[in-house]
């Protein structure tokens, strides 16, 4: 079994930065690929940013240029790099993993309990 234990989430006022934090933890053998989603009120969970274990990176298009995506592969933790935050950039920022673990050949998904991201003025 994987947790996924998240940080770094808070107000912040449009057009600043903050700096997502999220360490698996467990009787972890591999991490195929880690990332970030996103859920506003009302709306659907969308991906924000994805990395491989080899490094590739994928993000959602309104982020590009804004949000970067980094590994730390031996703390198997990943990290969301957040700058020029926008309103619709609040949501609940939920870490998530795809891994292999101790007597299981299979990749499981697993989820982290989100981490709430507002941006106001």
């Known amino acids: 079994q994987v947790q996924l234990v998240e940080s770094g989430g808070g107000l912040v006022q449009p057009g600043g930065s903050l700096r997502l934090s999220c360490a698996a933890s467990?009787?972890?053998?591999?991490?195929?690929?880690m990332g970030w989603y996103r859920q506003a009120p009302g709306q659907q969970r969308e991906l924000v940013a994805r990395i491989t274990s080899g490094g590739a990176t994928n993000y959602l298009d309104s982020v590009k240029g804004r949000f970067t995506i980094s590994r730390d592969n031996a703390r198997n933790t990943v990290y969301l790099q957040l700058t020029s935050l926008k309103p619709e950039d609040t949501a609940v920022y939920y870490c998530?993993?795809?891994?292999?673990?101790?007597?299981?050949?299979?990749?499981?998904?697993?989820w982290g309990q989100g981490t709430q991201v507002a941006v106001s003025s």
């Open positions: 998530n993993a795809h891994a292999r673990v101790v007597f299981d050949i299979r990749v499981r998904e697993y």
């Open positions: 467990g009787s972890i053998i591999s991490i195929v690929d």
